[in-house]
């Protein structure tokens, strides 16, 4: 038992130190060492656990994917209006990439290593998509705007809030903060919705 449960953890903190790696240099420029510095554990300990980096970035996907679908089940599912739930969700998303290294590294990944089942939109995109849907058949949105289209819309904002955080993450303490990639995405919204829905549908801010 002991044994096994320090083979968890030597696993955990490798998918812990690789996304902070992959996030920071991508999968391309990640390098295996650094992994390992920062983890405390050796390189044969690495590769026991994970045969090549493929393996390991994969490991962090999965774990990205499952932070983001938790996170996502805890919000509160009612009586909000589905419009303000699913803006709710990608402010959640927004949150998850400012704190989570893990969810910022997969949503990079997701880029760098095409993988349809381990894309990290997978995670979200059909219930932020189903909660659009159920907005329309609510009324909440003018006729003309599709579910579909807002959220492709989602996923520019959430793509954005990824960068927001990666550079935030880079600035020196010297450097004066800019608003969080949180409040960006909610300082959209607020402009959004004046062109998708009526002024008692307005989230509010």
């Avoid at 510095?37 to 493929?54: E, P």
């Avoid at 303000?84 to 949150?95: G, K, M, N, W």
């Avoid at 303490?173 to 062109?195: C, K, L, T």
């Amino acid at each position: 038992m002991a044994r096994q449960l320090r083979a968890v953890r030597t696993r955990q903190a490798l998918v812990d130190a690789a996304a902070t790696e992959f996030d920071r240099s991508g999968y391309a420029g990640a390098a295996l060492n650094r992994i390992c510095r920062a983890a405390g554990i050796t390189m044969g300990a690495l590769t026991f656990h994970f045969s090549t980096k493929g393996e390991l970035a994969a490991a962090v996907q999965a774990k990205g994917q499952t932070v983001t679908r938790a996170a996502l089940a805890a919000l509160p599912s009612g009586p909000a209006p589905a419009l303000h739930r699913a803006i709710d969700a990608t402010l959640e998303l927004a949150r998850l990439l400012e704190e989570e290294p893990t969810v910022r590294s997969a949503a990079r990944l997701s880029r760098e290593r095409p993988d349809g089942e381990l894309a990290w939109t997978t995670s979200w995109i059909t219930a932020v998509q189903d909660l659009f849907s159920q907005a329309y058949r609510d009324g909440q949105l003018h006729a003309a705007v599709r579910p579909e289209d807002l959220a492709m819309l989602s996923r520019f904002l959430i793509l954005g809030a990824e960068h927001r955080a990666r550079a935030a993450g880079e600035q020196s303490v010297e450097e004066p903060r800019e608003a969080s990639a949180v409040e960006e995405v909610r300082q959209m919204w607020d402009i959004i919705q004046r062109g998708i829905c009526g002024p008692s549908s307005l989230a509010p801010s």
